[in-house]
């Protein structure tokens, strides 16, 4: 899946509003949870979701915070495939 131009990834960004471009090839977003096993449920789904489409994300568990990273690593970018884990997160998590 090839890269997106930067441009393409700006404009992206206006629907994934919580994420943030970071240097420039990865989309960060931190989850908040009200506790920490709801936590790590959303991380057992992502999980799911990363095997079920081969593209898998960096993820940080720090107690109820969970930070999801998402790159093309072949790519050395973000693809299509990032915006839609991305999404993916967010309809996860509850926010649309
Ligand atoms: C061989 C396998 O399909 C590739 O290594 C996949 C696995 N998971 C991946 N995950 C991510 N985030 N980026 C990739 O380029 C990638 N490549």
Known sequence: MAKLSDADVQSSLEKLTE???EQGRTLKRQFKFDE?????DFVRQVANQAEA???HPHIVID????????TSWD???ITEKDLSLAKYCDELY???
């Open 19 to 21: 994420w943030e471009l």
């Open 36 to 40: 920490y096993l709801v936590g790590i």
């Open 53 to 55: 489409k081969d593209h």
């Open 63 to 70: 107690y109820k915070t969970v930070t999801v990273k998402w």
């Open 75 to 77: 790519e050395g970018g």
């Open 94 to 96: 509850g926010y649309k």
